[in-house]
């Protein structure tokens, strides 16, 4: 089994900036692949970025290219969302998932993809 715990989240007005944190905990730190997708209310889960193990790979919706970046830290067991100049339209709750299994790219922005998930944590962006 693979725990999920995310942490970061908040309110915060329009321009500013959250950075997330995922940490794994359970199993070794297999995770080939983490993601964060998001879900606001009465709207799907969407997807917001993604890395590999070896963080060379990473991937982003087409919403956070450019304002927000992931990474991963595998000694720390925890992955993390760098979220800069955000919007109301970013409000939603934001989940970390975990595939244990490489993944194709295609996909990678899949929930389907994903083995486990976290409880997820609100961030709410004041305009």
């Known amino acids: 089994q693979v725990q999920l715990v995310e942490s970061g989240g908040g309110l915060v007005q329009a321009g500013g900036s959250l950075r997330l944190s995922c940490v794994v905990s359970?199993?070794?730190?297999?995770?080939?692949?983490m993601g964060w997708f998001r879900q606001a209310p009465g709207k799907e889960r969407e997807f917001v970025a993604a890395?590999?193990?070896?963080?060379?790979?990473?991937y982003y919706a087409d919403s956070a290219k450019g304002r927000f970046t992931i990474s991963r830290d595998n000694a720390k067991n925890t992955v993390y969302l760098e979220m800069n100049s955000l919007k109301p339209e970013d409000t939603a709750v934001y989940y970390c998932?975990?595939?244990?299994?490489?993944?194709?790219?295609?996909?990678?922005?899949?929930?389907?993809?994903?083995?486990?998930w976290g409880q997820g944590t609100q961030v709410t962006v004041s305009s």
């Open positions: 890395i590999g193990w070896s963080s060379s790979n990473t």
């Open positions: 359970g199993r070794t730190f297999s995770t080939a692949v």
């Open positions: 998932a975990a595939a244990t299994a490489t993944i194709a790219t295609s996909v990678v922005a899949k929930p389907y993809a994903y083995d486990y």
